[in-house]
Nanobody, 124 residues
Framework: QLQLAESGGGLVQPGDSLRLSCAAS????????MGWFRQAPGKEREFVAAINWISRITYNVDLVKGRFTISRDDAKNTLYLQLHSLKPEDTAVYYC?????????????????WGQGTQVTVSS
């Protein structure tokens, strides 16, 4: 079982960058597939990116458009999401999630553990 805690969100201007972190506590982080999702006010939660235990990565290409990078540091039990060229439409609560499924998963239902989320607000 994992406990997940996101950090790194904040209020930024359009075009700025942020790095979100997700610290995991519990055993076996390295074997989990990890994902990032986001939820804007009044909208459904949407998939952003995921990375599995051998660092196979999948992005929501239409959403990310080359601006975001997911990575993991298994030695630190931490998942990252680097955000560049942020836009107002990126404003959302960003969640990290974990699943024991080996293949990369893009649906929220596939994930077993969730963090509490970190708010990203992009506004001038």
């Amino acid at each position: 079982q994992l406990q997940l805690a996101e950090s790194g969100g904040g209020l930024v201007q359009p075009g700025d960058s942020l790095r979100l972190s997700c610290a995991a506590s519990g055993r076996g982080f390295a074997v989990y597939t990890m994902g990032w999702f986001r939820q804007a006010p009044g909208k459904e939660r949407e998939f952003v990116a995921a990375i599995n235990w051998i660092s196979r990565i999948t992005y929501n290409v239409d959403l990310v458009k080359g601006r975001f990078t997911i990575s993991r540091d298994d030695a630190k039990n931490t998942l990252y999401l680097q955000l560049h060229s942020l836009k107002p439409e990126d404003t959302a609560v960003y969640y990290c999630a974990a699943t024991t499924t080996a293949a990369v998963q893009t649906t929220s239902a596939a994930y077993d553990y969730w963090g509490q989320g970190t708010q990203v607000t992009v506004s001038s």
